[in-house]
């Protein structure tokens, strides 16, 4: 099997899933716009080869990439990168290569856009909020007649937080289209709920193979608006609500052989027509991996390996890997380097060294959201995890 992996060398952590598809038999060919010197051992080792593209944007160099791998190889039967950045491209390399294993680009422009998510959504009975595309102040002023304020805007395809934004009156809503609104948005009515994920490694047959609860800040967007920091978890367990939704979400937008991240809120008041406390909204759907480390979060929570169930599922259409009962929170600690603490490193490390899993610095590109120094440790419940997070995150 000859498997084109895009840019595997962003997150720093993704060359797990070459190694994994090396210890398959798979040829593994990189693409990437970092020089191959500056590289990782660990992912030069997991590679057949690597190309490398200056710009990834550029499509043209990309495309060329791949033409002189299936010169070379022979046949592209995969074509992946897991990110979210590079997901239309992957699309439009798969069409132009005639590889079936992956979303089309039409397939992909309907799994990206908000809008074109709600009918997959009502054809698997998952509730959702009320929205519609918006391109004037006349039509947002009369879906807000119609569901009150506030509302929430957001890139009708964005990536992350990015332009998502809370409108909270009339008033907000004439100086958000005042700014100009350079790209299709939409609104929605403002739901009030903890947000809460549903990750998966999905068969050929929308199954899944791995299942995952992740629990995040109420709103990500005020996170990065007032450089918050933040704080998420992994959870031991999947409520069965939670898997019940993300199981037929799967099945009705047709996600297969993929590794998703799909995003709900779970009300924390009753909201008619919606549901009641506890019951769960469906947000949006991301058909890659969850960003930044949150895969080595799933691992360590479940003691298990998602790269080599991600990479069975590619290779065998099922997964070979031990299902494990050690259990845990893995909770996500970010701190921003604008605010001071009250706890050094060096007394976090003495306290929690034994449970932390994971530390260092967040990339750039990842450092809004996930802010720029992270500590991951895990725990065994709910009282530690609130008490680690308190204790890392307790500012002067």
């Given at each position: 099997?000859n498997?084109v ?9 993704y060359?797990?899933f ?7 038999g ?8 970092t020089p ?7 992912l030069k080792?997991a590679?057949?080869?690597y190309?490398y593209?200056p710009s990834?944007?550029?499509y043209e160099?990309v ?5 002189y791998f299936s010169?070379k190889?022979?046949?592209i039967?995969?074509?992946e ?9 992957d699309?439009r390399l798969?069409?132009d290569?005639?590889?079936?294993t992956?979303?089309?680009?039409a397939?992909?422009a309907?799994w990206q ?5 709600k009918p ?10 009320h929205?519609?595309r918006?391109s ?12 009150g ?6 890139p009708?395809?964005g990536v992350g937080?990015?332009?998502?934004c809370?409108?909270a009156?009339?008033?907000?809503l ?6 100009g609104?350079d790209?299709p ?5 403002y739901?009030t709920?903890?947000?809460c ?7 050929s047959n929308c199954?899944?193979?791995f299942?995952n609860q992740?629990?995040?800040p109420?709103?990500m967007?005020?996170?990065?608006e007032k450089?918050?920091?933040v704080?998420y978890?992994?959870?031991?367990v ?5 898997a019940?939704l993300?199981?037929a979400?799967?099945k009705s937008f047709?996600?297969k052989?993929?590794?998703v991240?799909?995003e709900?809120f779970r ?8 549901g009641s ?5 469906g947000?949006e759907?991301n058909?890659r991996?969850p ?7 799933l691992?360590?929570a479940h003691?298990a390996d998602?790269?080599r ?5 590619v ?9 494990s009962?050690?259990l845990?929170?893995?909770?996500y600690?970010g ?27 967040m990339a750039?590109a ?7 120094q992270?500590?991951?440790a895990?725990?065994?419940?709910e009282?530690?995890r609130?008490?680690?997070?308190s204790?890392?995150m307790e500012?002067r």
């Amino acid at each position: 099997m000859n498997f084109v992996f895009i840019s595997p060398q962003f997150p720093d952590t993704y060359w797990h899933f070459c190694a994994a598809l090396r210890d398959r038999g798979v040829t593994v060919l990189g693409i990437g716009d970092t020089p191959y010197d500056y590289i990782s051992g660990e992912l030069k080792d997991a590679l057949t080869e690597y190309y490398y593209a200056p710009s990834l944007e550029d499509y043209e160099q990309v495309f060329r990439a791949v033409a002189y791998f299936s010169w070379k190889y022979g046949k592209i039967d995969w074509l992946e990168s897991n990110n979210e950045y590079w997901l239309s491209q992957d699309a439009r390399l798969r069409d132009d290569f005639n590889i079936t294993t992956g979303a089309s680009a039409a397939q992909m422009a309907k799994w990206q856009s908000k809008a074109e998510m709600k009918p997959l959504y009502a054809a698997g009975k998952v509730p959702t909020a009320h929205q519609q595309r918006v391109s004037s102040l006349d039509a947002a002023e009369e879906f807000a007649a119609k569901v009150g304020y506030p509302l929430f805007a957001k890139p009708e395809k964005g990536v992350g937080s990015g332009g998502a934004c809370k409108i909270a009156d009339a008033e907000a809503l004439t100086s958000f289209f005042a700014q100009g609104v350079d790209e299709p948005y939409v609104l929605e009515e403002y739901v009030t709920g903890d947000i809460c994920s549903y990750e998966a490694i999905l068969d050929s047959n929308c199954e899944p193979l791995f299942e995952n609860q992740c629990e995040f800040p109420p709103s990500m967007a005020e996170v990065v608006e007032k450089q918050l920091d933040v704080a998420y978890h992994a959870r031991p367990v999947v409520d069965p609500k939670l898997a019940k939704l993300g199981r037929a979400a799967a099945k009705s937008f047709g996600l297969k052989n993929r590794f998703v991240h799909m995003e709900f809120f779970r009300l924390t008041e009753d909201k008619p027509g919606l549901g009641s406390v506890g019951d769960y909204v469906g947000l949006e759907v991301n058909v890659r991996p969850p960003g930044g480390y949150t895969p080595d979060m799933l691992n360590f929570a479940h003691s298990a390996d998602v790269y080599r169930i991600w990479a069975d599922m590619v290779c065998y259409d099922t997964s070979h890997q031990p299902v494990s009962d050690d259990l845990y929170y893995c909770v996500y600690v970010g701190r921003r380097d604008c605010h001071e603490y009250v706890h050094s490193e060096a007394e976090i490390f003495e306290r929690y060294g034994n449970a932390i899993c994971m530390s260092g610095r967040m990339a750039d590109a990842l450092s809004d959201d996930l802010c720029n120094q992270m500590y991951m440790a895990r725990v065994k419940s709910e009282d530690e995890r609130h008490e680690y997070e308190s204790f890392i995150m307790e500012q002067r």
